[in-house]
Every structure is written in structure tokens, then in C-alpha cells.
């Protein structure tokens, strides 16, 4: 059987194989499916087409193309000198919410444009807004908002949210209220220290017996009169005698807070330390300490210096009657000093108003970008955002700062100034000092007295001079003005620089200035102590509200 044939299989498979007949249905099945979702796609490709015939081509918007443009011009003019980085990001920081208000802006435009135009228009498209103009939104905003933070001029982002480290003790339950009031000796010449973590502070030299006088309004909150019992308990003001020295500590409860108002001897030196509560010190003839990390400060009718450190841009701090010194350090908001005897100095970072009145000393401004001094205010002097202004000042008189429109009017003295990117006014009364201006990007005016004798050195680059003395020659050489010549013989030399405005030099009718009034002394103390009461703030329930027995917590020293 050499030579036969070998066995070939039958082009069909037996009757009866199940196995090849379910795998013949499957690619069946298969190849239907393939068909039906190609059919599928392009009856979608078909729908997306006469959808988009519909609605007519989209484009992208303008608003893209516009911020390109204005951040272009805006570094141009900052390479070729016309605007100083600095001046830029203060406005930069102040109105970085302009350019969501332009883009919505434009973007509510377009779509105004785009819906008077039918669908069946030839030219009809609607504009749409991409991933980069978004992206590039993000980048110009994020910027401004550091800006802020960096100022501190967020706190319109969290307006009417009152959540703090303070209050948040009112969500442990409801307030319950005791009062406690007790008194010690003190001996002559002693001193106070008081320290308490939260609440209030309020301290005056109105006790005449010798003692000191502790009134002490405690605010618990608690779920229970049973908790609110013990933790009122615990909070007892414990004093420390040590030495020439009596500590007043007022221990730390979770969910708890004592508002202190303490009477002693005016003539007791007072050291005061809150973390979270207002302080108030006044009638006192002796130096003062105080340090406030969450609270505002008040003083007056000091008759001794006034060292405060305040750690809070938010709080602020007030200062009148002074007797002494008076010297601030720390982050602060707003400033109010007024008839102080001795010199001011104020250092740190200052994020609201700044107000100086009557200071009889030398007076120091010195921030991050600010370092202002005088010898003597007679008037007054406002510093705030771009703006520094000051009335009957006496000089030697030193300024350097950026970003500050300067007026100082009835300047008595020598006046230094060295700024940018605002405008320089001054007014001097005689006797006339030396003038040196330094300004660039601004304009610079000067008025002295009628009957003044000076000599005159000004110029200015892209600028214009003018004056009222026509003994002074002008000249303009280049784009650069100059204003240089004597009036009355040659005297007090002002020296004028600027870049990019204007200079001029005027006569005026100005007064010499006036003695200073002398600040008001502390009072005496009255014949019988008066506690001041704290006001108590509003509560949604007192559950608990008694005068503990008055028993002095007292605790000697070895």
C-alpha cells in the first residue's frame, strides 16, 4: 500500500461536531457586531457635521490675544524706563482684580456680537475660550493675590467668616459667666507683672491705699453647670510675690477666658503680656511694658516711657498723654500717637494708617521701605498706602522711602528727601533750612517764604522748571531742565533732582512756627479707687452668672 493516496480530511466536518458550528455562530456574531458599530460611528460623524453646520465655526477669542498685548506694552515701558518695577507692582497689588473684570468684559461682549448674527449666516462662528487664555488668566492673577498676602490686604477674602482662635471656644456649648475680686498689698516701689493667655487687660494707678485691687470676669463655655463650675474654679488668678516684683498669672483653660481690671499705685511700673484680648493701661506715673500678640493696645496718661511689642498685623495701637517715650516694635495696623513728651519710634512692618500729633522728641518711622525722622513735631503727620503728609515739622528732617506721593507743609530745618514714583510738595517756614530732593518719576514743588535768601540747584530729565523768582535763570538743554541762580545774596542751598516731571520753586506767605503746647500730666488718684468694668461681650445664654467669695489666691515666694 505503498503507492496509495494518504488520508486527506473531508472539506466539511462530520454531522454532529457541535464544536465547529459554535465557533462558526461566533465569528458570525462578530463580524455582525463590527458592521453595526461601523455604521454606528459614521451616522455620529454624520450627526457632529450638521451639528456643526448649525451652529456655524467656532473661534477662539480675542481675550488671548489682548492680555498678550497689554503685558507686552507693560514690560516695554518697563525696559525703556517710562514705568520702575516698583511703582507697578504697588498698583499691581492693589488693582490685580481688573483683569477678571476686563476679561468677563470682553468675553461678555463676544457673545453679545456673536448673537446678533443668525445661524443660517454665512459668516456665522461663535468665539470660545481655550486652556491657554485660561492658563494665562491664572498666571496674572496669582501674582496680585501674593501681592496682597504679602501686604496683608486679604482680609476681605474671609469678610464675614469670625472664625478665629478666639471664638471658636463658643462652639463647646454655652457662655457662663462669674465674677471674682480679691486685693494685696504692694509694697512702695514694687512692680506689676501680669500675664493672661485669654481675655482682657485693663490696668490704672487710680488705688490710693497702697493696694493692688483685682477684679476678674470670668466667660466659660461649657455643656454642662457642672463642667462650667470646675473650669471657673481653675481659673483663678494666682499672684506671686518675688522680690521688688508681684506676678499676676492667670492660668490657661480650654474653652475658658477672664477679662482682668486691675487698680494700683500710680507710681507702680507695669509689665503686661496678653495673648488674646485688648489692653488698656492708663493714669500711671511710671514706665510701662506691654506685649500683644492678638489684641489691641490703648495707653494714656503715662507718666513714664511706653515699650510696646505688638505681634498682630491686625491690631492696633493708641498712645496719648505720654510723659516719656514712646517706642513700638512688631507687625501693627493702625497707629495713633499724640502729646508725647519724649521721642516716638516706630519699627516694624505697619499695614493700615499711621498718625503722629504733638511728639516734643525726635520721631522715627522705620519700616521695610520707609525710614522717615525729624527732630520736633509741632502739628501733625499721616503715613498710609502711597500717601506721607506732615504739618508744622521741625527739622533736621530725613526721608527715604519709594512709592509715596511726599507733602510736608511749614518745614522748619534742614530737609533731606529721597524717593521714587510719586510726587514731592514742600512747604518751608522760616527760618529756611538746607533742601536736597531726590526723586525720579515724579514731580517735585517747592514754596519758601517771600523774603527768604537761597541759592538754587535743580534739574530734571524729560521735565519742565518754572519758578516765581526772576533772579533764578532756566534752561533746557538735551530734554534736561535746569533751574540754578541766588535769590537774596544766596543763603540755605536746595538741591533739586528728578527724572520724568516737572520742578518748580514758588514764594509764599508762610508763618513761622508756633511753640508747641505742653501734653497733659497723668491725673492724680482720686480720693477712692474705682474699678472700671470691662464690657461684656453679647452671649446666646448665661447659664451660670455669681461672685466668687473674695479670697486672695495668693502665693508667696521662698
Excluded at 39 to 60: I, N, T
Excluded at 66 to 94: M, N, P
Excluded at 370 to 396: C, H, K, M, W, Y
Amino acid at each position: 500500500m505503498a503507492g496509495a493516496p494518504p488520508p486527506y480530511p473531508p472539506p466539511y466536518p462530520p454531522q454532529g461536531d457541535w464544536k465547529f458550528q459554535r465557533r462558526v455562530m461566533r465569528d458570525q456574531a462578530r463580524a455582525q457586531r463590527d458592521v453595526t458599530r461601523s455604521q454606528w460611528k459614521l451616522y455620529r460623524e454624520q450627526q457632529r457635521a450638521q451639528m456643526r453646520s448649525m451652529r456655524g465655526v467656532r473661534g477662539g477669542s480675542m481675550l488671548g490675544p489682548l492680555l498678550l498685548i497689554g503685558v507686552g506694552v507693560v514690560f516695554l515701558l518697563l525696559r525703556i524706563g517710562q514705568l520702575s518695577y516698583a511703582s507697578v507692582a504697588s498698583w499691581y497689588e492693589r488693582w490685580w482684580p481688573l483683569v477678571l473684570l476686563a476679561g468677563g468684559v470682553i468675553l461678555l461682549a463676544e457673545w453679545a456680537f456673536d448673537q446678533t448674527r443668525p445661524e443660517d449666516h454665512p459668516y456665522y462662528r461663535r468665539s470660545r475660550v481655550g486652556g491657554g487664555v485660561i492658563f494665562l488668566m491664572l498666571l496674572l492673577c496669582i501674582p496680585g493675590i501674593v501681592l496682597s498676602a504679602s501686604r496683608g490686604d486679604l482680609n476681605w477674602f474671609s469678610h464675614g467668616i469670625s472664625m478665629n482662635e478666639d471664638n471658636l471656644d463658643q462652639f463647646l456649648g454655652d457662655r457662663h459667666e462669674s465674677d471674682q475680686m480679691f486685693d494685696q498689698a504692694i509694697a512702695a516701689g514694687s512692680s506689676l507683672i501680669v500675664n493672661n493667655p485669654h481675655g482682657d487687660i485693663a490696668v490704672s494707678g487710680t488705688s490710693d491705699d497702697g493696694q493692688i485691687h483685682i477684679s476678674a470676669h470670668k466667660q466659660v463655655y461649657s455643656r454642662s453647670d457642672e463642667e462650667a463650675e470646675n473650669k471657673a474654679r481653675q481659673l483663678a488668678p494666682v499672684l506671686v510675690a518675688s522680690g521688688n516684683s508681684v506676678t499676676l498669672n492667670v492660668p490657661s483653660i480650654e474653652g475658658s477666658r477672664a477679662d482682668m481690671t486691675i487698680t494700683v499705685p500710680n507710681a507702680t511700673p507695669v509689665t503686661v503680656t496678653g495673648d488674646h484680648g485688648h489692653i488698656h493701661l492708663s493714669s500711671l506715673k511710671a514706665p510701662v511694658t506691654i506685649t500683644a500678640n492678638h489684641g489691641d493696645v490703648e495707653v494714656d496718661a503715662i507718666g513714664g516711657s511706653v515699650t510696646t511689642h505688638i505681634n498682630n498685623k491686625n491690631s492696633s495701637l493708641s498712645a496719648r498723654g505720654i510723659t516719656g517715650s514712646v517706642t513700638v516694635q512688631g507687625n501693627c495696623k493702625d497707629v495713633d500717637v499724640a502729646d508725647v513728651t519724649g521721642a516716638v519710634t516706630l519699627g516694624g512692618d505697619f499695614f493700615g494708617k499711621t498718625h503722629a500729633e504733638r511728639v516734643a522728641g525726635a520721631f522715627r518711622f522705620h519700616t521695610s521701605r520707609t525710614d522717615f525722622q525729624l527732630a520736633r513735631l509741632n502739628g501733625e503727620v499721616d503715613i498710609r498706602r502711597g500717601e506721607l503728609s506732615g504739618d508744622q515739622i521741625v527739622g533736621p528732617v530725613s526721608l527715604s522711602a519709594r512709592s509715596y506721593n511726599v507733602t510736608l507743609d511749614r518745614v522748619a530745618g534742614d530737609v533731606s528727601v529721597t524717593t521714587s514714583d510719586g510726587s514731592v510738595d514742600i512747604t518751608s517756614a522760616p527760618p529756611i533750612g538746607n533742601l536736597t530732593i531726590q526723586n525720579r518719576n515724579g514731580s517735585v514743588n517747592v514754596t519758601v517764604p517771600e523774603h527768604a535768601a537761597f541759592t538754587v540747584q535743580a534739574e530734571t530729565r524729560d521735565g519742565d522748571v518754572e519758578t516765581d523768582f526772576a533772579s533764578l535763570s532756566k534752561s533746557d538743554d538735551n530734554n534736561t531742565g535746569r533751574l540754578s541762580g541766588m535769590v537774596g545774596g544766596g543763603g540755605s542751598l536746595i538741591r533739586i533732582n528728578t527724572t520724568d516731571n516737572d520742578i518748580s520753586v514758588k514764594r509764599g506767605v508762610i508763618a513761622p512756627l508756633t511753640t508747641m503746647p505742653t501734653p497733659p500730666t497723668p491725673p492724680e488718684p482720686p480720693d477712692s479707687p474705682s474699678v472700671p468694668k470691662v464690657p461684656n461681650p453679647p452671649s446666646r445664654a448665661k447659664h451660670l452668672s455669681r461672685t466668687e467669695p473674695a479670697s486672695p489666691p495668693t502665693t508667696p515666694s521662698n
